[in-house]
């Protein structure tokens, strides 16, 4: 069975340090990655997704199959970039539900 | 632009009553979820839809969960006789293609007490 791990629950910086947010992931195909941001009050919504290798708010998120990983990270992060981030895989084919990892809650210090 | 929306934000229920859950998915969509995300836990999937049925269940959706497309735009889903346990946030989703981006709900807060 799939698994996502994102070992920080909490996770603070300051504004204008580099952040990184860790997800390992367990899955013996090619599963497809995703990172999911939920600002405050506000619903589940997309950030990136491994195969579009797109930047998004200047977060890049890249793709280690042989660490099975798939870490953000964000080389200066800004305030407005506290959020609950959640990393999440879908396996090909199926009805490619999300599997979500526990989520991080980033917080971005003034 | 188009989302998905639920209602209701938050629905208080008491523990053996039924209880459904509504979902607007974006119009054009095809596949439809259910989520579900204890208090302080992760967002777990619950079910699948597509073409009028379901795709994919996980071990939660046991015999006391239902879902329906009843009118071509719902999306409900029906606990039918609610435990404590099934207190938590739902979220719906919908997507348009298989490999496109699932658009999430805000949610409802189901509290069974």
């Known amino acids: 069975a799939q698994r996502v791990t994102q070992p920080e629950k909490l996770l603070s910086v300051f504004k204008g340090a580099p952040v990184e947010l860790k997800c390992n992931y367990s899955?013996?195909?090619?599963?497809?990655l995703f990172w999911y941001v939920q600002y405050s009050r506000q619903r589940l919504q997309l950030l990136l997704r491994?195969?579009s290798r797109e930047s998004i708010k200047g977060f890049t998120a890249d793709l280690n199959k042989g660490e099975t990983s798939f870490h953000l990270k964000k080389p200066f992060a800004q305030e407005e970039d506290s959020a609950m981030y959640y990393c999440?895989?879908?396996?090909?084919?199926?009805?490619?539900?999300?599997?979500f990892g526990s989520g991080t809650q980033l917080t971005v210090l003034p | 632009e188009p989302e998905v929306t639920q209602t209701p934000s938050h629905q208080v229920t008491q523990m053996g009553q039924e209880v459904i859950l509504r979902c607007v998915p974006i119009s054009n969509h095809l596949y439809f979820y259910w989520y579900r995300q204890i208090l302080g836990q992760k967002v777990e999937f619950l079910v699948s839809?597509?073409?009028?049925?379901?795709?994919?269940k996980s071990e939660i959706f046991d015999d006391q969960f239902s879902v329906e497309r009843p009118d071509g735009s719902n999306f409900t889903l029906k606990i039918r006789s609610t435990k404590l346990e099934d207190s938590a946030m739902y979220f719906c989703?919908?997507?348009?293609?298989?490999?496109?981006?699932?658009?999430f709900g805000q949610g409802t807060r189901l509290t069974v007490v």
């Open positions: 899955y013996s195909g090619s599963p497809e």
């Open positions: 989703a919908s997507k348009g293609r298989q490999n496109t981006e699932a658009f």
């Open positions: 839809f597509y073409n009028n049925e379901i795709s994919e």
């Open positions: 999440a895989l879908t396996r090909p084919g199926s009805a490619r539900q999300l599997t």
């Open positions: 491994h195969i």
